[in-house]
């Protein structure tokens, strides 16, 4: 079936470095990707999609391309602020899944000042 | 209006209790879920409304009951709960089933 690998965490990084998190995908169909961040105490925001194969999805200075050659969806930040600090989840929609969002463990995100 | 929302923020109720937790969207959409997320754990689908109907259950036990009374409101009937069940309940919308999912701030459920 459908799956999402992501890089282990925590990721502990000073402020103003540069972020990068992996995700890689399995899927039988052609799957819609998203990045999610949750931040402590909340629910789940959508950080940025991709629907196609070498889409470019990016919001807040987070960007990750949807590539199929390689099955990956990798998040980066070219500087991170302590603000970013939370858990960052890579997940699937495949049409064929019905609607289900197939999630990676997550990755937690802390930044130092 | 483009949030979900989700009331209470949180509940403790002990074993025998009966509770319901809500949600609501304004945002025209037709899908909603009801997920449940344990500590720095990635949420677990629950169940899927698709135009009102449950479409998708999974095999999540009787005394966890859905109901969809319309397009903007998906429920959570609790009965009966184990201490296991608590948990951060988060509800789910989006356009149809296949289109990204926007999530509420959740309901943290505790149960004595």
């Known amino acids: 079936g459908d799956s999402v690998t992501q890089m282990e965490g925590p990721v502990t990084l000073s402020e103003e470095a540069f972020l990068t998190i992996n995700c890689t995908y399995t899927?039988?169909?052609?799957?819609?990707l998203f990045w999610y961040v949750q931040y402590p105490g909340e629910g789940l925001q959508l950080l940025l999609k991709a629907t196609k194969a070498d889409d470019k999805g990016s919001n807040k200075g987070f960007e990750a391309t949807y590539r199929k050659e390689t099955t990956s969806f990798h998040l980066e930040k070219g500087s991170v602020q302590v603000s970013d600090s939370a858990v960052y989840f890579c997940a699937l929609s495949d049409r064929n899944q019905g609607g289900k969002l197939i999630f990676g463990q997550g990755t937690e995100l802390s930044v130092k000042p | 209006d483009t949030e979900v929302t989700q009331t209470p923020k949180h509940l403790v109720m002990g074993m025998t209790n009966k509770k319901s937790l809500k949600c609501e969207q304004h945002?025209?959409?037709?899908?909603m879920y009801w997920y449940k997320q344990k500590a720095k754990k990635p949420p677990e689908l629950m169940f899927v409304y698709s135009y009102e109907k449950l479409s998708i259950n999974e095999s999540v036990p009787s005394r966890f009951s859905p109901e969809c009374p319309n397009s903007s409101l998906l429920n959570l009937h609790l009965h009966a709960l184990q201490p296991e069940d608590s948990a951060l309940y988060l509800c789910?919308?989006?356009?149809?089933?296949?289109?990204?999912?926007?999530f509420g701030p959740g309901t943290r459920l505790t149960v004595l």
């Open positions: 789910a919308s989006s356009y149809l089933v296949y289109n990204e999912q926007f």
């Open positions: 899927a039988t169909g052609y799957p819609s």
């Open positions: 945002m025209g959409h037709r899908a």
